[in-house]
């Protein structure tokens, strides 16, 4: 197949194969095609390759260098793939540190779903996991990939956890989640706070 740039022809051999990979995901229907962010991110994780996605996270892990760089990728795309990956390690054998870097990771890569998550990780018996695991909380609140009255249940739970850095997490979540709520009322004064 080849297609025209202008006055030149490209060949598309070697690159995507965009109508299989419709496929594959199930856009293409009768009369139009669906699409949107979601779709996008799902395709990127078949493009990079869930294999890749899956080392990421381990590399992250690791603490090697670079970490941070693939710590950043996953973050934008937010692959399924990491957040299984992150799971395993979570709920393995591993140690502490890897147990507690998985989750940490989980926080960036994590849609909707982190929050059954979190509260798995709330009952962790180690408490860097349980403060990590109430990062979830934070972060999915904070970027507006969680609902605030879908959270009323963990954020109590958080509360009244006997870790005090899930305390301090669940104070400072409903912080912010209150001074969003006033700036959002009518007539209410912009935050001019930095």
Known sequence: MSFMFGTQRASV?????????????????????SGGSDLGRQALELIVGVDSLRSAVDYYVAGAPGSELARSVLALLKPLSAMERCLEIARSEADAESRRSAVELLRMVADGRGIAWAAEFLGDEDEGVQVWGAGIVDQLLWSGLADPEDCGQILE??????????????????????SRQKAAEPGAAPDTAI
Do not use: I
């Open 157 to 178: 739970a958080m509360a009244t956890h006997p870790n005090v850095g899930v305390q301090r997490q669940a104070a400072f979540v409903r912080s912010f989640l209150a």
């Open 13 to 33: 051999v070697g690159l995507v194969d965009w109508h299989a990979l419709a496929q594959k995901l199930g856009t293409l229907r009768d009369g139009g095609e």
